[in-house]
């Protein structure tokens, strides 16, 4: 028996993000499970169910790449129709399954012990239950319900201020990672198609910082350097390792978290 999910008014750019961390988290994943000491973990078990579900479950894999397709039209939004093979209620099943797991690989990631993957963003984390919640439901009967932006909650932009001495500064607070990278870096690009003066990013507020976020500074540093122009950085102390350890801190210009602002 097969059953037509109807995901209504889809996110793109939300899926988009989400397989972006996924894929992250996966690279990490593979490497941990290498480790054949303890196989009952969180990621093992999560690898051996999405095996069993691609396998099982018929049009898994077309469904990925028609939304990717999707993806690519560059649109916001879309009305998603996914057929599922298979007994309705046994397919529930597995995708309860699948959505427990992946609430435990974040609680793994959490803690920090052995992946830099951060846990999934909160905007990305309310696109995931309604998706999941969508899909069994869905399979058991219930009616559609439809994406609504306000589920993914605010997001803060980044505060821009100016300087004593008239350059810019840009000061991002929070995580500085997936969910929030896309602000900080739209905020450095307006200041530099607007302004003409060199610019500091503070991360004094920033309490944590992935590769994603470096990777935004990275090409910002680059983009100012093509301009002729300085892209400097505040990195309080509790940053100052991730910037150490890829080697960065030769990279940047680096001021104290006191220099005057």
């Given at each position: 028996?097969?059953?037509?999910?109807?995901l209504?008014?889809?996110?793109?750019?939300?899926?988009?993000?989400?397989v972006?961390?996924?894929?992250?988290?996966?690279?990490?994943?593979?490497?941990?499970?290498?480790?054949?000491?303890?196989?009952?973990?969180?990621?093992?078990r999560?690898?051996?169910?999405?095996?069993?579900?691609?396998?099982?479950?018929?049009?898994?894999?077309?469904?990925?790449?028609?939304?990717?397709?999707?993806?690519?039209?560059?649109?916001?939004?879309?009305?998603?129709?996914?057929?599922?093979?298979g007994?309705?209620?046994?397919?529930a099943?597995?995708?309860?399954?699948?959505?427990?797991?992946?609430?435990?690989?974040?609680?793994?990631?959490?803690?920090?012990?052995?992946l830099?993957?951060?846990?999934?963003?909160?905007?990305?984390?309310?696109?995931?239950?309604?998706?999941?919640?969508?899909?069994?439901?869905?399979?058991?009967?219930?009616?559609?319900?439809?994406?609504?932006?306000?589920?993914?909650?605010?997001?803060?932009?980044?505060?821009?201020?100016?300087?004593?001495?008239?350059?810019?500064?840009?000061?991002?607070?929070?995580?500085f990672?997936?969910?929030?990278?896309?602000?900080?870096?739209?905020?450095?690009?307006?200041?530099q198609?607007?302004?003409?003066?060199?610019?500091?990013?503070d991360?004094?507020?920033v309490?944590f910082?992935?590769s994603?976020?470096?990777?935004?500074?990275?090409?910002?540093?680059?983009?100012?350097?093509?301009?002729?122009?300085?892209?400097e950085?505040?990195?309080?102390?509790?940053?100052?390792p991730?910037?150490?350890?890829?080697?960065?801190?030769?990279?940047?210009?680096?001021?104290?978290?006191?220099?005057?602002?």
């Amino acid at each position: 028996m097969a059953v037509d999910l109807h995901l209504l008014n889809f996110p793109l750019e939300l899926f988009d993000r989400s397989v972006q961390h996924t894929a992250a988290l996966q690279r990490e994943l593979d490497v941990i499970r290498v480790d054949e000491r303890n196989r009952d973990r969180p990621p093992d078990r999560l690898a051996q169910l999405v095996e069993e579900l691609d396998l099982r479950f018929a049009g898994y894999r077309a469904a990925m790449q028609m939304i990717e397709e999707l993806v690519a039209t560059e649109q916001s939004h879309h009305d998603v129709v996914i057929p599922v093979a298979g007994p309705p209620d046994e397919v529930a099943s597995a995708i309860e399954q699948l959505r427990d797991l992946t609430d435990e690989v974040d609680a793994f990631c959490a803690d920090g012990g052995e992946l830099m993957t951060p846990p999934t963003p909160p905007d990305l984390l309310a696109f995931r239950r309604w998706l999941f919640d969508q899909v069994i439901s869905q399979l058991r009967g219930a009616t559609p319900v439809a994406w609504v932006p306000s589920m993914a909650g605010p997001t803060d932009a980044p505060d821009e201020v100016s300087r004593p001495d008239g350059g810019a500064v840009v000061r991002p607070s929070g995580d500085f990672d997936l969910a929030s990278a896309a602000e900080v870096r739209e905020a450095i690009y307006a200041v530099q198609a607007a302004r003409t003066e060199d610019l500091r990013v503070d991360l004094t507020d920033v309490t944590f910082i992935d590769s994603v976020g470096i990777s935004v500074l990275v090409t910002a540093h680059k983009r100012f350097a093509r301009d002729g122009r300085t892209l400097e950085l505040v990195v309080p102390p509790r940053l100052r390792p991730n910037f150490e350890i890829t080697g960065l801190t030769a990279f940047f210009r680096i001021v104290a978290a006191d220099a005057e602002q």
